[in-house]
């Protein structure tokens, strides 16, 4: 996608910091076709049309809660122990490369 004035060309879309529960939903979204909405399918297709990759880098973090604040915060986030390495791999970015198309 490219804005012609500025001459700049989007090459990437890339999530970061979330979960990797919600960084699938948000590719599955791009990616649907047929869906109710209309909206998903043009974004999904014009970035297709233009070679527009996707690209994510989630974390293992556990939730931040909704009252934290970095002032109230004596340790570092601790890492989720449901999660491993192989795991994160496995479950979340093979899927993403083989039915996301990601």
């Known amino acids: 996608v490219t804005n012609a004035a500025a001459g700049v060309r989007l090459h990437a ?8 529960e919600a960084i699938t939903k948000a590719f599955a979204s791009i990616q649907t076709t047929g869906s ?11 970035m297709r049309k233009e070679g527009v990759f996707l690209g994510a ?22 890492m989720r122990k449901d999660l491993n390495e192989r795991e994160y791999f496995e ?8 039915e996301l198309n990601v």
């Open 57 to 78: 880098y989630a974390n293992r973090l556990t939730p931040v809660p909704d009252d934290w604040t970095l002032e109230g915060s004596e340790e570092a986030q601790a």
């Open 13 to 20: 879309v890339s999530f970061n910091c979330a979960t990797p």
């Open 36 to 46: 109710s909405s209309s909206l998903q399918n043009d974004v999904g297709a014009l």
């Open 91 to 98: 479950e979340y970015v093979s899927k993403w490369v083989r």
